[in-house]
């Protein structure tokens, strides 16, 4: 069974870098599209990116100049970085695994969250 | 950007279909896939591919597609199937992009 746990600092400071990291547990971190999905309070889920194998990587158009996404294959983590974090930023923040081809990607398995609340 | 798009809200007697819809422009040439999520828990993949069903998903769970709508049906819904349900797929550009529908609200009562 693939597990996945989310961890990181869940009070950020308005302009600084929110900064998080899954780990994975039950497969290899290479073949797969990691992908991270947020979700505000009371809101929808928001697709923020995917990463594979280190070479290849989308973010949402709306985050991309904020976004870096990374992987740690010794780990088998992956994380992400968002900078100049602002309270629109505050959400529930899901690693998850895409499995398939790139174009027709599953999120099959996923971690349970973590509440990362931007605030000073 | 590209968008999807739900209706908010769908109520439904137990025991009676509900059907959740999804429109979005390249829908035609893209899967939809939905995702149950339950409050405060992570969302669980139902469908996949317009309409395959994951190992462990009931039955009464199915989805179509067809032009620019994708349709997530619960045949015989029961009060356990409340939930908010996502539907995702990705643009049509060259490096596809994800996309969740805004999510609909499903009360079985």
């Known amino acids: 069974q693939v597990h996945l746990q989310e961890s990181g600092p869940r009070l950020v400071k308005p302009s600084e870098t929110l900064s998080l990291t899954c780990s994975v547990s039950g497969d290899a971190i290479s073949g797969s599209f990691w992908t991270w999905i947020r979700q505000p309070p009371g809101k929808g889920l928001e697709w923020i990116g995917y990463i594979h194998d280190s070479d290849r990587s989308e973010q949402n158009l709306s985050l991309k100049s904020r976004v870096t996404m990374s992987v740690d294959t010794t780990k088998n983590q992956f994380s992400l970085m968002v900078r100049s974090v602002t309270t629109a930023d505050t959400a529930v923040y899901y690693c998850?695994?895409?499995?398939?081809?790139?174009?027709?990607?599953?999120?099959?398995?996923w971690g349970q969250g973590l509440l990362v609340t931007v605030s000073s | 950007s590209y968008e999807l798009t739900q209706p908010p809200s769908v109520s439904v007697s137990p025991g009676q279909t509900a059907r959740i819809t999804c429109s979005g422009d390249?829908?035609?040439?893209?899967?939809a896939y939905w995702y149950q999520q339950k409050s405060g828990q992570a969302p669980v993949l139902v469908i996949y591919?317009?309409?395959k069903r994951p190992s462990g998903i009931p039955e009464r769970f199915s989805g179509s597609s067809s032009g620019t709508m994708a349709t997530l049906t619960i045949s015989g819904a029961r009060v356990e199937d409340e939930a908010d349900y996502y539907c995702?797929?990705?643009?049509?550009?060259?490096?596809?992009?994800?996309?969740f529908g805004g999510g609909t609200k499903v009360t079985v009562l």
């Open positions: 998850a695994r895409g499995s398939g081809r790139l174009a027709n990607l599953k999120f099959d398995f």
């Open positions: 591919e317009d309409k």
């Open positions: 995702y797929s990705t643009d049509s550009t060259s490096n596809p992009r994800g996309v």
């Open positions: 390249a829908l035609p040439t893209k899967y």
